[in-house]
């Protein structure tokens, strides 16, 4: 515990003093306030909505959710097999877990600080007299943050795969977009194949597209229970801290992190 | 403090490092040597815990190195070659972090760290950051980081690597100094300077182990030998000096070197006609012996220098040994024996080594390109029958 600590100290120092993570941090926190400004004037003053926009739901939330986490943790791992300090960290008296732990928890750190802005704007608004949903807007920022962690782990088990920094961010990208995307992409496929499979197999029997059309919907609620998006609108954008959706992100936080310490376990042996 | 039993570590069909087996005493400083490509960096990382060995086992102050990985890492101050630092960060920050990973506490740390610091010379630099500082600054950074939690056991892998002289005789004097305490175990493919540190080197060829021992005792069992070369006026002596020369106690060989070519390296190009020079090799006083005959023939010496055996040329001579019995390997593949005859020959060639080099000690040189085959040419019949 006490190296993770260690680890991420250190982390949070580099990203602190590198011009990257600064420039990075100050575009994003810019584009979502002139966004914000854009809602509030869209929505005639609906200051509740306008902050549902800010946090969860539109695109730009997610692009944002989407976008930053690689970009922070592209480097952490895959920089340091190029320069020989995993040599260093995998020989220092500390667990190898300690140091992808400490990594996630900077980095998640980092982009908590950013989302916490947005309660920021709520604050600002009630000082003016409008009257925020605070449960929405509290519950969307920790939503926001666990997202975020979610995806700092995917980026992390990127970077520890290579160590090539910027194919780490690619790779991380592509995933926590092809994850993000599936249940769409299922509901496409399953609306166009579904019903083409059953046209041709029911020529004669309705039994086969019958039962084709149950694995379809078998399929989609299988998706469904992995569906980021569902998961973070049904509770956090309410208002309600439901402790299943929290335990959704953080499991899955949590098998990609075991995933990317034993990736970087077998750097020993690559 | 270090024991390793038959050490192996493939990588793919690339047989790094192959069974390997030594054992290193507390406060012992050794030098692990070989050409590059010899399995140096390999067994370092597999002594560090930061390779697993595909066979073999590494204890530590009897600790195995594997399952107790933690307790073992925290009595080793390992300096990788590559001396991998958080370039961002100051020295004194650096040494901070380590310290911290270490679990020192904050008194012991700032004690430790400025002593540290005095010890390889960088106090002046603490608050500068490591990107800013130069190659021999920043491996001196890498020692102080881990000299930091005082280890018992100090592995530093090509230390001086980069350095320039000055800088390599300091990184030189510190590692003389820091064994003093604790047992260090350097690599390195500069042989003068591991003779220099280190009371025992372990030589390593093709990722075996190919000698061990303290070196002067190396240099003397392998057949190390001496060079003395020697110009000198002879006088009278011009046509038979090179048969005295020979009949001396100790001199394995001797060539006559053209003397206006000798006299090259000098400033002076008198071409005296009884002006000779010579190169011998051999053991023992060989200086004292050849000067003692110079003033009995009251030649007039231009030059004398002696030259001691040199772990460099034991260090030739086992790597092209080694070359020999590989190729030796490959010769009774004619024989029936074909498929065994690589490895079956390796050793045994390995242990007739220190024969081979007192083969040219035969007085006459015309006899020895023959000495060499005749040894082993009796054998394989020998064995035949």
New interface residues.
Partial sequence: MRGTLVIMRRELFSLATSPFAWILLSVALFLNGVLFTAYIQLLDGDVTWALRFALGESLAFWALLVFLPPLFTMRMVAEEARSGLVEYLLTSPISDAAVILGKFLAATTFLALFWCSVPLYGLVLAGLGASPDWGALLGGTLGAILTSGLFVSTGLLASASTSTPVLAAFLALAFNLTWLALPLVTELLLGGAVSWLARVFSGGEGLGGASLAAAGDWLQRLVGTIDILAHFQKSFLVGLLDTTEVVFFLSWTGLFLFLAVRLLETRRWR | MIDATDLTKCFGPLVAVNGLSFEIGRGEVVGLLGPNGAGKTTTL?ML?????PSRGAVTIAGLDVLRSS?EV??R?G?L?E?????G??RVG?MLE??G????MDRSRRRERSAFVLERVGLTERRTQRIDNLSKGLRQRVGLAVALLADPELLILDEPTSGLDPLQRMEVRDLIRELARERTVLVSSHILPEVEAVCDRVLILHRGRLAADGRPADLVRELGGTGHLSLTAELGPDTGQAAELLRKLPGVASLKVVDASQAANAGEEPINHPSLRSFELTGEGELAAVVGELARDRSWVIHQLAWQRATLEELFASIALDMNEALLDGMAPAVAPLAPLAPTAHTEPTAHTEPTTPTEPTAPTEPTTPTAPTTPTDPDAPGADS
């Fill in positions: 990382r560090t815990g930061y390779l697993p933690l890492r925290r080793i390992y990788p590559s001396v991998p630092l958080y961002e960060l920050e972090f380590h911290q990973l270490h679990r």
